[in-house]
Each structure stands twice: as structure tokens, then as C-alpha cells.
């Protein structure tokens, strides 16, 4: 069974600076893919950056960096030079290929950037 | 590209009532899945289809719900009666299907509200 855990309640952070929004995950598939997906206010759920479970460099999408650790089974988002923006719920997930696709996802972080 | 999209974007409706939830997919994709958001139990997928077809349903929670996709661009989410506890967010999200990990892209979602 596949299971991820964001154990964070709550994250501050001062406008432009970095932070790390945690995730570690547990499965016993080989082959699985790592998503972090951000709600704003308003609702929707937007895909940020994807990390393959054989892709051997960290992912990074702009300002999105994903500190995948698989010995660890972490796989930690970074935001460099945050902006208010960014204020919002992120969820980390996991799925595997094909017949087992599905999205199994964490109960999210939230995120509020300070001015 | 469109993205996914669904209808209503909001639905209040009465306990008893049939209620009926709307999804186009991107087009080209070969994946559709409906999931659910409550504040108690997170995201949670109720069903999934590949091509057209049902490939596991084991979150539906109930009889209540049925979901059918007639087509490779409309899938519909039913409830029937509505109760007051499927007042949720219902998020329908599309993938690729090319034999590997692939993004699902989600739509706006349909915020219900059972009275």
C-alpha cells in the first residue's frame, strides 16, 4: 500500500525567502512517481513538478526544486525567493504506472508568505 | 489547450435530491478520475476509468454514487438520493495513458453542498 506523510502543520515564510515543505512517502513498488500539486484560496488544484522514481537529478520547474532523497523515501519541495503568491495548501502524492495510477495524496502543508 | 473541465461549479441542493456532476477530460487523454475533498478526510479517489472503461471503484463510498463514461470527452458523477455528508469538493483530473507515471491534470472542481 502506498502512503505519504506531510507531518507539518502549518509553514511561515518571509517574502523571497526559500522553504522546504516536507514529504515522505512508503511504498514497495520500484517504479512510482513523486507530485506536488498547490491550492490556492480559490480552490483548484494545480500541478507543480513531478519526480520519477528512476530519474537520477533532482527535478526543478522556475522557482519549484524537488529534494528527492530515495534512500530516505523523501522527496521535500524547495520554493526559492518566495513571493505572497505562494501563500497556499501543497500536497505531495504518489503514484505508480499504468493499472495502479491512481494518486495517493498527503493531507497537505499550508503555506503563508509573509510581506 | 483547455484543460479539464467540469460542471456546475457550485451545486445546493436538498437531502434526497439527484445530483449530477460533469466532467470533459483534456482531450487525447486516456485517463479520467474522480476524487473527493472533505476537510476530514482529504483528497480521496472514488473512481477511476482508462478508454472509457471502469477500472476500480473501490472508493465509491456507497451505492449512491455511480459514475459512467460514455465517451472519451464526458464522464458524469452521480448521487442519488444526496445526503448531507457528500458535501464535498468533487475533482475530476485526466492523464496520458503511454505505459509509464504521468501527470493528471485537474479541473476547477464542483464545490456540493446538501442541505
Known amino acids: 500500500a502506498q502512503k505519504i506523510t506531510q507531518t507539518q502543520p502549518g509553514m511561515f515564510v518571509q517574502e523571497k525567502e526559500a522553504v522546504t515543505l516536507d514529504c515522505t512517502y512508503d511504498t514497495s513498488d520500484q517504479s512510482y512517481g513523486l507530485f506536488w500539486y498547490k491550492q490556492p484560496s480559490s480552490g483548484e488544484m494545480i500541478f507543480l513538478i513531478y519526480q520519477g522514481s528512476y530519474d537520477e537529478q533532482n527535478a526543478t520547474e522556475g522557482r519549484y526544486s524537488l529534494n528527492f532523497q530515495k534512500a530516505r523515501k523523501s522527496a521535500n519541495l524547495v520554493i526559492s525567493a518566495s513571493q505572497l503568491g505562494d501563500s497556499a495548501m501543497y500536497f505531495c502524492a504518489m503514484t505508480h504506472t499504468g493499472a495502479n495510477s491512481k494518486l495517493t495524496f498527503g493531507k497537505g502543508i499550508t503555506l503563508s508568505v509573509r510581506p | 489547450d483547455a484543460g479539464v473541465i467540469q460542471s456546475p461549479r457550485h451545486e445546493v441542493t436538498e437531502m434526497g435530491q439527484e445530483v449530477t456532476l460533469r466532467c470533459k477530460p483534456i482531450?487525447?487523454?486516456?485517463?479520467l478520475f474522480w476524487y473527493r475533498q472533505t476537510m476530514m478526510r482529504g483528497l480521496e479517489l472514488l473512481i477511476y476509468f482508462n478508454n472509457n472503461v471502469p477500472i476500480d471503484d473501490s472508493g465509491m463510498p456507497e451505492d449512491r454514487f455511480s459514475a459512467k463514461m460514455p465517451n472519451a470527452s464526458f464522464s458524469t458523477l452521480k448521487i442519488q438520493p444526496s445526503e448531507p455528508r457528500d458535501s464535498a469538493v468533487y475533482f475530476c483530473?485526466?492523464?496520458?495513458?503511454?505505459?509509464?507515471?504521468?501527470?493528471?491534470?485537474f479541473g476547477p472542481g464542483t464545490r456540493l453542498l446538501v442541505l
Open positions: 483530473a485526466s492523464s496520458l495513458d503511454r505505459g509509464a507515471v504521468e501527470t493528471q491534470y
Open positions: 482531450s487525447g487523454h486516456d485517463y
